[in-house]
C-alpha cells in the first residue's frame, strides 16, 4: 500500500521573500531526501554547526513565532507555515536550506508553500511512515490560555478558541480534522496583528518585514489591508495553521484530539512538551499492513494522513 509509505519532494523548490520579525531577504531552497532522515534544516550563510532539526525540545523560543535553535545556537525562526505545509502534505523527509536565520513570511500563510509543493508533486519510497498516538489525557494551563491532546482512534481533531476585545475579531472558534476535510481555508489564513500593537513590536526590534503584503492588520472594527478576509474564520483559521505547524515539531505525523483555547506557540510547545516528556503518554506505530490499527482500516483515512 503505498499510501503507508513515506514521501519526500520529487525535485528541489526554491523560494525567497523577506523575514518578518528580521527584515532581511532570505532565499530557501527545499530539498529532497532519502528515506527515515526526516526534516532539517542547513544554514548555508555558515560554513559549520550549522545544522537544526525541527524538534519541540529544540524550541529556544516562543513569542510571537516558533524559533529553533542547535546546541551551538545557531538558529532558525518562524518555522511553522512552512512546518505546517510539510505535515498537511505528508512530506516526511527534507532538507531546507536557507541562507538567513528566518524563513520568509511570503504572503503570511502557507499558501505559496502548498502551490510550490503541489507543482512538482512526490517521491514515494518503500519505507512505512510513523504515527505518534495519544494514549493519555494530558492537559497544559498558562492563567486562561490551555490546551489539551486526547487519544482518538482515526484522526488528528483541532479544536481551537480565540477571544480577542477587538469588536471586528471577537470571540472565534473552528475545528478542523486534518485528515479529511478540505485545508484550503487554513493553508490561505495568513498572519494578522491589531494596529495597537505595532509599536510595541517595533519596541521589541520586531516585525521589520512586517506590511500589508504579507500580515492582516485590524483598526478598531476595519482591516487595512486592500485584501479583506480570505474565509470568514480566518483569524482563528491562522491559529490552527500555526498550531499544526508547531505539532509537526514532534517528528511525526499525529493521531488524537486536540483542544486550544487562548493558545499560541508557546502552550503548544509547552503542551507538546508535557505529553512527549513521559513515554507513557503516547506511542509510535510505525504503519505497516500487518500492524495498522484497526481503526486505520478505512483507506481514506490512511490515504490523507500519508
Avoid: W
Avoid at 34 to 51: A, M
Avoid at 185 to 193: A, I, K, V
Avoid at 213 to 237: G, H, M, P, S, Y
Amino acid at each position: 500500500m503505498s499510501i503507508l509509505k513515506q514521501k519526500t519532494l520529487k525535485k528541489d523548490i526554491s523560494l525567497s521573500g523577506v523575514g518578518l520579525h528580521s527584515g532581511k531577504n532570505v532565499n530557501i531552497r527545499l530539498v529532497p531526501q532519502r528515506p527515515n532522515t526526516g526534516i532539517y534544516f542547513k544554514r548555508t550563510d555558515l560554513t559549520s554547526n550549522n545544522i537544526i532539526y525541527p524538534s519541540v525540545f529544540n524550541v529556544s523560543s516562543a513569542s510571537y513565532c516558533t524559533k529553533i535553535s542547535n546546541d551551538h545556537g545557531v538558529s532558525i525562526s518562524t518555522i511553522e507555515h512552512l512546518m505546517a505545509a510539510l505535515y498537511g502534505k505528508g512530506v516526511d523527509n527534507l532538507l531546507i536550506e536557507i541562507d538567513s536565520e528566518e524563513v520568509p513570511i511570503l504572503d503570511g500563510s502557507s499558501k505559496n508553500f502548498i502551490e510550490a509543493i503541489e507543482s512538482v508533486n512526490f517521491e514515494i519510497s518503500e519505507q512505512p511512515i510513523k504515527i505518534i498516538t495519544i494514549d493519555k489525557e494530558i492537559v497544559y494551563e498558562e492563567g486562561e490560555k490551555s490546551i489539551s491532546f486526547k487519544p482518538s482512534k482515526i484522526s488528528l481533531e483541532i479544536d481551537f478558541e480565540i477571544k480577542f476585545k477587538n469588536e471586528l475579531i471577537k470571540t472565534q472558534k473552528n475545528n478542523i480534522n486534518v485528515y479529511m476535510d478540505d485545508l484550503s481555508d487554513m493553508y490561505n489564513s495568513r498572519t494578522f496583528c491589531l494596529y495597537e500593537d505595532i509599536e510595541k513590536l517595533k519596541n521589541l526590534n520586531l516585525a521589520k518585514g512586517g506590511s500589508l503584503d504579507n500580515a492582516i492588520v485590524v483598526k478598531q472594527n476595519k482591516i487595512l489591508n486592500k485584501e479583506k478576509l480570505r474565509n470568514e474564520k480566518e483569524f482563528v483559521n491562522h491559529k490552527i495553521l500555526d498550531c499544526l505547524g508547531d505539532l509537526y515539531l514532534s517528528g511525526f505525523k499525529m493521531v488524537g484530539k486536540i483542544s486550544s483555547c487562548q493558545g499560541g506557540h508557546h502552550v503548544t510547545n509547552q503542551g507538546l512538551r508535557k505529553l512527549l516528556g513521559k513515554n507513557e503518554n503516547f506511542s509510535i506505530i510505525e504503519l505497516k499492513e500487518k500492524n495498522i490499527p484497526h481503526s486505520f482500516l478505512n483507506k481514506n483515512i490512511l490515504k490523507s494522513i500519508a
